[in-house]
């Protein structure tokens, strides 16, 4: 079965830093690609940003509200995926879910999300 | 970027009745669509992808259709745990997520 579980998500001033983890098990790691995909509260869902396995270049992409702030990550040899988050904004705020592109690129499984919130 | 409109906003339907979810994206997505159901508290779980196939360990009820800018999900027969949350979402130009349907219990 896989699983993905996210941790590192806490309360941040704006213009903090925050990294979150996403440890992945049941799953060939490797050969998948990673999202990070999150949801405001109350509201609905935003891909955020993407990283390609390492046999397809292990190229990044990033959604426009966060490119030049937040970088995608990943360690193969942990099965571990991150997001650091910097200059963080209170727009910011949101439940952030790590996500598989296993069957076609799409968004399966999901992890049960981890909690960021950007106040003062 | 494609901008996915979901319709209604809040469907009120009873068990056992018949669900039908649109999804009009603003320029052809070709078949690159799915379906994703959101219960309170918990992550999304991905229901159609292709725009017409079922995830694995979804039940028959759930059906998709649809190809160009027009898509559907139907739910034949509801019952009590389909009242959710429905996104859809493309892949065709980077990732967007429409802004939900509430299927709510009348």
């Known amino acids: 079965e896989v699983q993905l579980v996210e941790s590192g998500g806490g309360l941040v001033k704006p213009g903090g830093s925050l990294r979150l983890s996403c440890a992945a098990s049941?799953?060939?790691?490797?050969?998948?690609?990673m999202s990070w995909v999150r949801q405001g509260p109350g509201k609905g869902l935003e891909w955020v940003a993407r990283?390609?396995?390492?046999?397809?270049?292990?190229?990044?992409d990033y959604a426009a509200p966060v490119k030049g702030r937040f970088t995608i990550s990943r360690d193969d040899s942990k099965n571990m995926l991150y997001l650091e988050m910097i200059s963080l904004k209170t727009e910011d705020t949101a439940i952030y879910f790590c996500?598989?592109?296993?069957?076609?690129?799409?968004?399966?499984?999901w992890g049960q999300g981890t909690l960021v919130t950007v106040s003062s | 970027e494609i901008v996915l409109t979901q319709s209604p906003a809040t469907l009120s339907l009873s068990p056992g009745e018949r669900a039908t979810l649109s999804c009009r994206a603003s320029?052809?997505?070709?078949?690159?669509l799915a379906w994703y159901q959101q219960k309170p508290g918990q992550a999304p779980r991905l229901l159609i992808y292709?725009?017409?196939n079922r995830a694995t360990g979804i039940p028959a009820r759930f059906s998709g259709s649809g190809s160009g800018t027009d898509f559907t999900l139907t739910i034949s027969s509801l019952e009590p745990e389909d009242f959710a949350v429905y996104y859809c979402?493309?892949?065709?130009?980077?990732?967007?997520f429409g802004q939900g349907t509430k299927l709510e219990i009348k």
């Open positions: 292709d725009a017409s």
């Open positions: 979402q493309q892949r065709s130009n980077w990732y967007t």
């Open positions: 990283i390609k396995r390492n046999a397809d270049g292990g190229t990044t």
């Open positions: 320029q052809s997505v070709s078949s690159f």
């Open positions: 049941g799953i060939g790691f490797s050969n998948v690609w």
């Open positions: 996500t598989t592109g296993r069957l076609n690129n799409w968004f399966d499984p």
